[in-house]
């Protein structure tokens, strides 16, 4: 389950890179752990909304959608706003490929274009249309899934 989670999470807000290396994968995951539980609480989603982004779906409810914003503020690449912020996900990109040039090229191409998309005034609506823009994105570039 947990190598789910951190797939999902890489997929939706680090631009979908396929990510290969020395990175420490146990603490990625309990911070994103952490991260998901303390959202839960703060916008009242339960497991099933986790469990709709551990399996990739779209969110089924409000709070699902929240959870989407509120983990995405959390790593910084939604701002207070609610828009995606570009340099701060190139800088994720850059670390979970350790600057791997190849990959780096995709990220930026799957960055780029989500940071043209015109999104909802709602934070949540926003985040959920991020996540559906970089799971696309990540689909034409071919990155079907991590191997982490």
């Known amino acids: 389950m947990a190598k789910y989670l951190f ?9 979908a890179v396929i ?13 994103f752990m952490s ?3 303390a959202c839960k609480a703060e916008v009242g989603a339960n497991d099933a909304d ?8 779209p969110a089924s409810t409000p709070e699902g959608k929240c959870l989407r914003a509120c ?3 959390k790593y910084e690449v939604i701002d207070a706003n609610g828009k995606f912020a570009p340099a701060v996900a190139l800088k994720h990109a850059q670390m979970y490929t350790e600057g791997a040039e190849d990959k780096m090229k995709i990220a930026q191409e799957i960055i780029d274009s989500c940071a043209k998309l ?18 696309e994105q990540a689909m034409a570039h071919g990155v079907e899934d991590m191997d982490i």
Do not use: N, P, Q, W
């Not at 999902?8 to 680090?14: D, R």
């Not at 986790?50 to 779906?57: A, D, R, S």
């Open 71 to 73: 983990i995405m503020k």
């Open 7 to 15: 797939t999902l999470t890489v997929l939706c807000i680090f631009g």
């Open 50 to 57: 986790l469990g709709e982004i551990i399996g990739k779906k």
């Open 118 to 135: 015109s999104v909802s005034d709602d934070h949540c609506e926003a985040a959920e249309e991020y996540c559906k823009c970089l799971h």
């Open 35 to 37: 991260k998901g539980e």
């Open 19 to 31: 990510v290969r290396g020395a990175i420490d994968k146990s603490a990625v995951i309990a911070d």
